[in-house]
């Protein structure tokens, strides 16, 4: 999945190598989390000011501005991504119903590779991980593919905790997911819009995976490579589902796809975009599958987990199917007595589950600390109010940071705690 790469592949892959740990903890929402940040808030602007925020005292401001101004002049960020699903299925008795997809951590930007160089040569000293039930990432697979959640768990959310460590034992820092619900078993009732904890809503990230007669062996996600989809048995992708209009309405020209807000609904007209190259599907119609029958008068909700079936819009039962690695359009069989539904074979039969991303950027190489930059702040909201007047709304903005603002010239204006 090229959605993000080790920068340098293989450099980093030495540097980290297999002493990142995902924990599993359970928990309940914590007052003031923030899953869902404001609409405003701009990505580069959290970009830079998480940067920017460094645990300091008053003898170190100096060194702190010029560390600042230098950042400005060549940014050296160190990005953490982490991938997840939005619902995980409990595993009950001896079963383990591993989390599918698999939670995936990428690390971005230079800043890892200014880090490496400062860290060669320094003694190694054992990663301090904890007591609880922790997995190694293999980052050559860059997933945690042995998570799961037994039946003694009673909680309904929880978080994935990474601990991150550089080869040397030096702790980089602990980093969350979002909240990951957990549910018995996909729903097989008829979906309502009472109740959206399960719906899947237009502009949401979804995950879609392929697996042969439940097996885990046998699962394929929906990827793109080298600006082809594919199906591959390593990698998934996330995808923006779209709702959009009825392309044979008169006002719509071709080429067009009007978007539209709302849950999605199987019948609904949709479009997948990959999230990380921009790939884009033709127009599809989303079908319910049952019994790997694709249901054609079914308009009901889309839920978690529901296995569905896209057919091309405007032909006559193509629908997208795999074939071992490869994405195909299948001609489906139609069924004299019943004209509500028509055959699909197993590579047509997809499992939409939706997906949450979080993206941690800070920038540590220029203040030479081996202390863990986690909490790392996080930017929910961006306002201006009045000129020079910017309200910012921050998580994990603990007492030893500081905010540090510029000038519209670049220049480092000063700094605030």
Same mark, same amino acid.
């Given at each position: 999945?090229?959605?993000?790469?080790?920068?340098?592949?293989?450099?980093?892959?030495?540097?980290?190598?297999?002493?990142?740990?995902?924990?599993?903890?359970?928990?309940?929402?914590?007052?003031?989390?923030?899953?869902?940040?404001?609409?405003?808030?701009?990505?580069?602007?959290?970009?830079?000011?998480?940067?920017?925020?460094?645990?300091?005292?008053?003898?170190?401001?100096?060194?702190?501005?010029?560390?600042?101004?230098?950042?400005?002049?060549?940014?050296?960020?160190?990005?953490?991504?982490?991938?997840?699903?939005?619902?995980?299925?409990?595993?009950?008795?001896?079963?383990?119903?591993?989390?599918?997809?698999?939670?995936?951590?990428?690390?971005?930007?230079?800043?890892?590779?200014?880090?490496?160089?400062?860290?060669?040569?320094?003694?190694?000293?054992?990663?301090?991980?904890?007591?609880?039930?922790?997995?190694?990432?293999?980052?050559?697979?860059?997933?945690?593919?042995?998570?799961?959640?037994?039946?003694?768990?009673?909680?309904?959310?929880?978080?994935?905790?990474?601990?991150?460590?550089?080869?040397?034992?030096?702790?980089?820092?602990?980093?969350?997911?979002?909240?990951?619900?957990?549910?018995?078993?996909?729903?097989?009732?008829?979906?309502?819009?009472?109740?959206?904890?399960?719906?899947?809503?237009?502009?949401?990230?979804?995950?879609?995976?392929?697996?042969?007669?439940?097996?885990?062996?046998?699962?394929?996600?929906?990827?793109?490579?080298?600006?082809?989809?594919?199906?591959?048995?390593?990698?998934?992708?996330?995808?923006?589902?779209?709702?959009?209009?009825?392309?044979?309405?008169?006002?719509?020209?071709?080429?067009?796809?009007?978007?539209?807000?709302?849950?999605?609904? *199987?019948?609904?007209?949709?479009? /997948?975009? +990959?999230?990380?190259?921009? %790939?884009?599907?033709? &127009? =599809? !119609?989303?079908?319910?599958?049952?019994?790997?029958?694709?249901?054609?008068?079914?308009?009901?909700?889309?839920?978690?987990?529901?296995?569905?079936?896209?057919?091309?819009?405007?032909?006559?039962?193509?629908?997208?199917?795999?074939?071992?690695?490869?994405?195909?359009?299948?001609?489906?069989?139609?069924?004299?007595?019943?004209?509500?539904?028509?055959?699909?074979?197993?590579?047509?039969?997809?499992?939409?589950?939706?997906?949450?991303?979080?993206? *941690?950027?800070?920038?540590?190489? /220029?203040? +030479?600390?081996?202390?863990? %930059?986690?909490?790392? &702040? =996080? !930017?929910?909201?961006?306002?201006?109010?009045?000129?020079?007047?910017?309200?910012?709304?921050?998580?994990?903005?603990?007492?030893?940071?500081?905010?540090?603002?510029?000038?519209?010239?670049?220049?480092?204006?000063?700094?605030?705690?």
């Amino acid at each position: 999945m090229e959605l993000c790469q080790f920068t340098p592949a293989e450099d980093l892959s030495h540097t980290l190598e297999n002493l990142v740990s995902v924990r599993k903890t359970l928990g309940t929402r914590r007052a003031g989390d923030q899953d869902h940040p404001s609409k405003n808030q701009g990505k580069q602007w959290r970009k830079r000011l998480c940067g920017l925020s460094f645990r300091s005292n008053p003898d170190q401001l100096d060194h702190l501005r010029d560390g600042v101004r230098r950042y400005l002049q060549l940014p050296a960020d160190q990005t953490v991504l982490i991938l997840h699903a939005k619902v995980a299925q409990k595993s009950y008795g001896s079963e383990k119903r591993f989390f599918c997809p698999p939670p995936c951590v990428y690390l971005t930007g230079p800043g890892w590779k200014l880090k490496q160089e400062q860290i060669k040569g320094k003694s190694r000293r054992k990663p301090r991980i904890g007591h609880m039930e922790t997995q190694k990432l293999n980052f050559e697979e860059h997933c945690a593919k042995a998570l799961y959640i037994s039946d003694t768990e009673k909680r309904k959310h929880f978080r994935l905790v990474l601990k991150l460590f550089f080869s040397n034992g030096q702790e980089i820092g602990t980093f969350h997911s979002k909240l990951i619900k957990v549910i018995s078993k996909p729903s097989q009732k008829k979906q309502s819009l009472k109740n959206t904890d399960l719906c899947i809503s237009s502009g949401s990230k979804v995950s879609l995976f392929n697996r042969l007669r439940s097996q885990t062996v046998s699962t394929r996600y929906l990827s793109v490579e080298g600006g082809t989809f594919i199906a591959s048995a390593r990698q998934w992708a996330a995808f923006t589902l779209h709702l959009g209009e009825d392309l044979t309405c008169s006002h719509c020209t071709r080429g067009e796809f009007p978007l539209r807000e709302g849950y999605i609904r *199987y019948g609904s007209v949709v479009q /997948l975009i +990959c999230t990380a190259t921009g %790939v884009t599907l033709p &127009p =599809l !119609i989303i079908r319910k599958v049952t019994k790997q029958y694709a249901m054609l008068d079914v308009d009901e909700p889309i839920s978690q987990l529901h296995k569905c079936a896209f057919q091309f819009q405007g032909s006559d039962g193509m629908y997208l199917c795999l074939s071992t690695e490869k994405v195909i359009q299948f001609q489906a069989s139609p069924c004299p007595k019943e004209a509500n539904r028509e055959l699909l074979n197993d590579g047509s039969c997809w499992t939409i589950i939706g997906t949450e991303t979080v993206e *941690y950027t800070f920038s540590d190489s /220029l203040a +030479c600390i081996q202390d863990p %930059v986690s909490p790392v &702040p =996080l !930017i929910t909201m961006l306002e201006v109010r009045r000129v020079f007047h910017l309200v910012i709304l921050c998580a994990a903005f603990v007492n030893l940071a500081q905010e540090w603002p510029t000038c519209g010239s670049g220049a480092t204006c000063g700094s605030r705690s």
